[in-house]
């Protein structure tokens, strides 16, 4: 079996509905391996679209700086370490971090998925079989306006049947004030018996959000998610070292390098490793790391269907993970893109697919319509 061609497909949701505010849902770069025997796998890359679509189209520089598309053609797919290590080493002039490494990352899913295909089996099988097959689900969101208004959203969801939830971004750290008043509105809505993850969207300095770690603890907090920025490890080493709240981080951070120094400088708690930035090769390099550090590993999730089972079949193969990430803001990329939906069930949690490769079908009429010509 030879790969035949690399689509590189930019998904964009019209320009009057995108929308100022920290959703990936509302782009995405889905990629096609074809294969001479016709079979096809399906990845997807959180990246910047188009810039991530360039490097995957990219023509023949020299032999360290090409794009990645034209490199694996005529490659065996099931070869995916010598694949990995290809591509790697073919952009290592423009890559080894970023947008590069996110990009061989959807191929690397896409390779993994057409593999399962090819043996038929579910990827989770391939990485070594499931320690469970079903995930508890955290309802994942942004904050509300206030305090009151998260209440709200944390009811619905309570409604809903999640046992845990999560607010994100902005309003917090706009002011201390505003930081109490949104977490103690998410309390109040989560009532004592549900879950509350406190996302602060990278926000503050190494003080403050010391400062608010130990405000939190008020309010049960369940995690501290990237309180400072992504860059700032020596902050979170403070900040982990202190912190009766564990510190989970990481969605942003792409290829076991840059992870490196987030687990051993930084020293956070919880590793939140993102699927469509690292595909399956480098995400099980990077949750052994971890674990050997005594972390946890748990998934990011924010664009399509695609990343969400390739999330829940990576979970499915990690001793440590212990919740998912199950973003719930509604966009036609997010839920539409796949045949399956992957709904929780009534007890809150989200089962693994169990067909051949990640156990997904693209819906077509969805490509079609948000596709950018």
């Known amino acids: 079996m030879r790969i035949t061609k690399v689509e590189a497909i930019e998904l964009r949701l019209p320009e009057e509905e995108m929308l100022d505010k920290a959703n990936a849902g509302q782009n995405s770069l889905i990629v096609k391996i074809h294969t001479d025997e016709g079979l096809v796998g399906i990845g997807e890359i959180d990246s910047h679209a188009q810039v991530a679509k360039a490097t995957v189209d990219g023509p023949f520089v020299h032999s360290m700086c090409t794009g990645l598309g034209r490199v694996i053609v005529g490659m065996n797919p099931l070869d995916i370490r010598v694949i990995n290590e290809k591509l790697y080493q073919s952009t290592f002039y423009y890559g080894r971090r970023g947008v590069v490494i996110q990009a061989i990352g959807g191929l690397d899913m896409a390779l993994w998925d057409l593999k399962g295909k090819y043996v038929n089996l579910p990827v989770y099988e391939l990485l070594g079989g499931a320690f469970q097959k079903k995930m508890r689900a955290y309802a994942s969101d942004l904050w509300g306006k206030d305090g009151n208004?998260?209440?709200?959203?944390?009811?619905r969801w309570k409604e809903m049947g999640y046992t845990a939830v999560k607010f994100g971004w902005a309003p917090m750290g706009q002011s201390e004030r505003v930081d109490l008043d949104i977490v103690e509105g998410a309390r109040r809505g989560a009532g004592p018996d549900m879950d509350i993850l406190v996302d602060a969207g990278c926000c503050y300095d190494t003080v403050t959000a010391m400062k608010r770690a130990r405000q939190f603890e008020d309010y049960d907090v369940f995690w501290f998610e990237e309180p400072l920025r992504q860059d700032n490890l020596d902050g979170y080493n403070q900040l982990s070292s202190m912190s009766r709240i564990p510190i989970a981080a990481g969605e942003g951070d792409s290829g076991r390098f840059a992870w490196r120094d987030l687990i051993e400088r930084g020293g956070i708690h919880i590793c939140q490793i993102d699927l469509a930035r690292n595909g399956f090769?480098?995400?099980?390099?990077?949750?052994?790391?971890?674990?050997?550090?005594?972390r946890k590993v748990v998934n990011h999730f924010y664009t399509s269907g695609i990343n969400l089972a390739a999330g829940l079949h990576f979970i499915a193969a990690r001793e440590s993970s212990f919740i998912f990430e199950y973003c719930v803001e509604e966009t036609p990329i997010r839920w539409a893109v796949t045949k399956q939906r992957m709904e929780i069930d009534s007890e809150g949690?989200?089962?693994?697919?169990?067909?051949?490769?990640?156990?997904?079908?693209?819906?077509e009429d969805t490509i079609d319509n948000l596709r950018v010509k």
Do not use: C, N, W, Y
């Open 281 to 294: 090769t480098e995400s099980m390099r990077i949750a052994d790391m971890a674990e050997d550090h005594g």
């Open 149 to 155: 208004e998260t209440a709200q959203k944390a009811k």
């Open 349 to 363: 949690f989200v089962h693994v697919p169990e067909g051949p490769g990640l156990g997904i079908d693209l819906d």
